[in-house]
C-alpha cells in the first residue's frame, strides 16, 4: 500500500486541503495500470460511505501483505475528496455551497468546485473501472444497490459481480450530467455508483456488505483474490420498475416498514400523524407487491411528495 | 387578484403557497372573457437570496393597479417562487439539495420541489412574453442584463432590446441549463428572458427603476401597455464566446476592489488585489486581460483559488458609439490605493 497525495489547494487561513488516495498493486498511476478507482466524500456528510472506504483500505492492506492482490493491476481507494467539508461539517463546498458532483468534468482555469473537480478527474480519467460511493439527494435510508447511467447499458451486465441485491439504470436528468459518474462512463470507464445505508450516521452493516460488494468484485476481475461469500443473484431493474410512495396528507412520519422489507399489496407501511392532535390521518399502504428499496429518514412527511420507493 | 399558483400542506399549520398577483385592463374582471388578451409575466425569486426583483415586482404591480386604464392585456406577477428559501436567507429550497433553478420542467411524482416547479411550469405557459428576474448571488455585481441561449437567439434578441438594459449575453447551449425555467418553457413555446443585475441579498433601486421602465417600454412594444414608456437604452451586445473574458483568482486571499463596477479600462489597468492580512502582503495584482467593459464584478471579499473576480466584454466586441461613450466615462476608481506601494504580487 502506498499513500500519495493526489492533489491539494490552498486556502487564506485554513491547511491547505489535502487529498490522499491509497494505492495497491502498483506504485504508479501510470498509464495500462490504472485499473480500478473507489471514491467517496465528495460532500461533507457522506459518512456511511467514507467509512466504508476506509474499511476497504483496511482490507486491501491485509489482502495486499498476504499477496492476494495482483501486481499489474491497480487499485486507487481516495475516501475523503472533499475534506474541506467534512471538517468544518458541512454537505457542499463551504464558501460558495456548490457541490462538486456537480461539476465534472471540471475545469482547471475555472471556479474553484470546478478546478477540484478538474484535479480529480485528471488522476480517475483512464481508470477502465470507477465506483462512486454516493449518495441520494433525499436524505434517507437506501437498500445497497449498484446504480448505473442509462448510457452505460453495455456494461450493467458486469455489475452483477458485485452481488447486490439490485442494479439500477438510471436515465439521466439535465442535472446528471455534471457527475462523475456520467463523465467517467462518457470517457470509457465503466462507472458503478453505490448507494446504502442511513447517511445520518456511519451504518456498519451496510458498509461490510458494501466493502464485500466491492471485494466480490475486484475478485471477479481479476484484481485480487478473495474467496467470500458472494452474495445476491442481483436483479436489474430501471425506472420502470420502480414505484413512487407518496402521501397526500403532511404530519409526522411513523413509518413501520425498513429498507429491504418485502410487502405485499394492502399492507400498512406508515402512518401519517397530525401535528397538533396525535390523530393518525393517514394511512401509507404497499400499492403493489415488492420490496422497499429506499424510505426518506426525514421524520417529518410533505404532502405530495417522496417518502419511499418500492421495488415492483 | 392573487391566486395560488402551487398549495402544499407542510406538516405543521402552514401550507407552501406559490402565489401571483394578475392584474387585468380596466374594465375586466375574474368573469370576463380573458382569450383575446395578450398575457405578460414577470417571475423573481426562485433563488431564495436574489431580492432585486423584489423591488421590480412591487413596481410594476403598484403603477399598473393605478393605470389600468392604459392596460390592453393580461400581467401575472409571481413575486416568490420560491418562498421558503427567501424567508430563510437561503437560495435553495431549505432541506433540497438541488437548486430550484435545475429542477424544471419538474415531476408532479417527484419531491415537493420538483412537484411545485411542474405546477409553475403550467401556471405560466401560454404567457406571451415571461421575464424571469434574477439578481446574481452572495458574491458578483451584475450590470443589468438579458442571459439568452443562443438556441433561442433570433426570437428573443428582438425583445430584449427593449428592455431597457445595458447587455446582452448570448451563452452557449449547455445540458444542465436544460433544466432551468427559462430553457423549460423557452423551449415549449413561451417565450422568456432571463435577467440578472445587482446582488444577492440586496435591492440596487437604480438598477430596480431601469428594469422596472424597461418592462414598461417591453410592454408597450408588444401592445399591452397604452401609457407612457422610455426609450429604451442601447444594450452592448455579445453573441460569440470570445467576447467575453472571464478572471478568476490564482491565490486564495482578501479581493480589495480598485476599479468601479461597470467601468471601461485598458488591458494591464489593475483592477484589485489579493491580499493576505496575516502576512501584510498582496498577493497578486487582479490585471485587466483586455480592454473592454467589467460587466461583472466581486463584491464579497474572500476570494479562494478560483473564486470568479469579475467577466470583461472585450472592446472589439462593442458598437463604435456605445464603446465611445464607455470611454469618456473612462476608468472609474472606487479606492484610493496607491498601487505603487503595494510590493508583490506582480506576475512573472
Sequence with gaps: MKKILLFSK????????KVYGYLFGTDTLEEGKKTIAVVSGMRGNEFTQIYEASQLVKRLKILEEQGRVRRDKGILVVPAVNPYSINSEKRFWPSDNTDINRMFPGYDLGETTQRVAASLFNVLDGFEYGIHLTSHYISGNFVPHVSIQDTGRDYAESAKAFGLAYIRLRRPSHYDTTTLNYNWQIWNTRAYSIYGGDDKAVDREVSERVVSAILNFMNANGMIEFDH???????LITE???CVIKSSHAGFFDCSARAGDYVRKGMRLARIIDTGSGEVISEIKAPEDGTILFIQSNPLAFADSQLMLLVR | MIKNVVTLSFPVEEKLCIRKQRILPAGYNKESD????????VVTGTHGDELEGQYVCYEVSRILQENTDKLKGIVDIYPALNPLGIDSLERGIPGFDLDMNRIFPGNSHGSMAEHAAASIVEDLSGSDMVIDIHSSNLYLTEIPQARISEVFQNELIPYAKHLNIDFIWVHSASTVLEATLAHSLNSTGTPTIVVEMGIGLRLTQAYGRQLT??????MKYMGIWDGEAVIPRKPLISTETDDVEFLNAPVSGVF????????FVNKGDVIGIIADPLRGECLHKVKAPCTGVIFTLRDFPMVDE?????RMLRAEAIDEDV?????????RQVSSLDLARYRGGEEE
Excluded: K, P, V
Design chain 1, 240 to 242: 420502470d420498475d420502480i
Design chain 1, 10 to 17: 490552498d486556502s487564506l487561513y485554513r491547511e491547505n486541503m
Design chain 2, 323 to 331: 464603446l465611445d461613450a464607455y470611454r469618456r466615462r473612462g476608468a
Design chain 2, 306 to 310: 478560483g473564486s470568479l473576480i469579475g
Design chain 2, 34 to 41: 380573458l382569450s383575446g388578451l395578450r398575457r405578460f409575466s
Design chain 1, 229 to 235: 461469500h458472494r452474495g445476491f443473484i442481483s436483479s
Design chain 2, 256 to 263: 480589495i476592489q480598485h476599479m468601479e463596477h461597470n467601468s
Design chain 2, 213 to 218: 421602465q424597461g418592462i414598461f417600454s417591453l
